[in-house]
């Protein structure tokens, strides 16, 4: 990290943390209520202090982000079980394999995204993934050939997720509460593009579209990956019908196939608003 800036007299804290390993041992140093608060983690860990860890969790990726000049980025979420072509084990399921054409999408999409970012430096439009594997990895990895960075917004689960291989370390963050990831997913969204998945797929997807349905988040780029899953999976047409959503509701996404029907869309956007 950082220091911290130099527009104070003011001692540092991190001098402080550094003086304990210099104060004498005694049974009122060794005791917790002696720690430095904002060193203990007992206590950062306590139910009252929720609101802090979320207000943290916020802004650490946000000032490490801001630091790196990322203003804006481009999306891929989808499943951590989508194999690349070829690496199939010989227990993945039929329709896991069937699914598997989808990495490449990814993998080629992030590429030209982010040769599109490297125009600008690598401030615009950079490659941001949930950080695990499958459609994950696919987009860091298409980041990282094209010579570019890319973000991984990580979260600890009971079957711990580590980081794929292929995501920018500095820019490699975990995350506690799924709601500040998913804030860090939309706040510098410039394009959204899913990819076939799971709960955690529609759960981000459905959320996405319900803010911008209801205008709480400018309209961006929509794009869903593989009409034939899509359909299959959610029938949006009933949806309509029954009322529920409006019929002009059904064009705030688009279907794509191919990473190049993507890329015009992202590329041409500004001049669809």
Request: glycine share 8%.
């Amino acid at each position: 990290m950082k220091d911290e800036p130099r527009s104070h007299p003011f001692r540092r804290s991190h001098q402080d943390v550094a003086a304990v390993d210099r104060i004498p041992d005694t049974p009122q140093t060794r005791a917790p209520a002696y720690r430095l608060a904002f060193n203990d983690h007992d206590f950062l860990c306590r139910e009252e202090l929720r609101p802090v860890r979320l207000q943290l969790e916020l802004l650490k990726p946000q000032m490490i982000m801001d630091e790196r000049g990322v203003e804006s980025t481009v999306v891929l979420m989808g499943s951590a079980r989508i194999p690349e072509p070829g690496a199939a084990s010989d227990g993945a399921a039929e329709g896991l394999s069937a699914l598997a054409p989808f990495y490449d999408e990814a993998r080629r999409l992030a590429r030209m995204v982010t040769e599109l970012s490297l125009e600008s430096y690598g401030r615009e439009n950079v490659i941001v993934t949930g950080g695990g594997p499958g459609i994950m990895e696919a987009g860091n990895r298409g980041a990282m050939e094209a010579g570019g960075h890319s973000i991984g917004l990580n979260i600890v689960l009971p079957h711990e997720q580590a980081p794929n291989a292929y995501v920018t370390p500095d820019l490699c963050f975990n995350f506690h509460y799924f709601a500040i990831r998913k804030m860090h997913f939309l706040m510098r969204a410039r394009a959204i593009c899913i990819f076939p998945g799971g709960f955690g797929t529609l759960d981000e997807m459905f959320e996405t579209l319900t803010l911008i349905q209801t205008g709480r988040m400018t309209q961006v780029p929509f794009l869903l990956f593989g009409r034939t899953f899509w359909e299959k999976v959610i029938n949006w047409n009933a949806l309509a019908e029954a009322g529920t959503i409006s019929a002009k509701d059904l064009d705030l996404f688009r279907y794509v196939d191919t990473a190049e029907e993507a890329m015009a869309i992202i590329r041409d956007w500004k001049d669809e608003d």
